[in-house]
């Protein structure tokens, strides 16, 4: 069983800041891939970051070089700094576990979800 907890939403104005966690329960954490998805109102669920086991990372067009996802094995803690931040990064926030490892890009890939944590960004 698998438990995710988001925390560190909130609101910023633009260029601003902010440090998503994710806190992660459960004995195949380690072995799986964590995501961050994004769902802003009247949108569909999207991609934002992936880490896998051995921490590579994928990025979405969108976010490439302005947010980092990372991990912390010990803690089962995984984090996205949000950097230089739009009005467009306006949403909740999901974090989110991937047990096959597949299609990391994809939301119906993944196994488990959080319930997700508010970012609003103002102009």
């Known amino acids: 069983q698998v438990r995710l907890v988001e925390s560190g939403g909130g609101s910023v104005q633009t260029g601003g800041s902010l440090r998503l966690s994710c806190a992660a329960s459960g004995r195949t954490v380690r072995t799986s891939a964590m995501g961050w998805f994004r769902q802003a109102p009247g949108k569909e669920r999207e991609f934002v970051a992936t880490i896998m086991t051995g921490s590579s990372t994928f990025y979405a067009d969108s976010v490439k070089g302005r947010f980092t996802i990372s991990r912390d094995n010990p803690k089962d803690t995984v984090y996205l700094e949000m950097n230089s931040l739009k009005p467009e990064d306006t949403a909740v926030y999901y974090c989110?576990?991937?047990?096959?490892?597949?299609?990391?890009?994809?939301?119906?890939?993944?196994?488990?979800w959080g319930q997700g944590t508010q970012v609003t960004v103002s102009s």
């Open positions: 989110a576990l991937n047990f096959n490892l597949v299609r990391l890009t994809q939301a119906a890939a993944y196994d488990y």
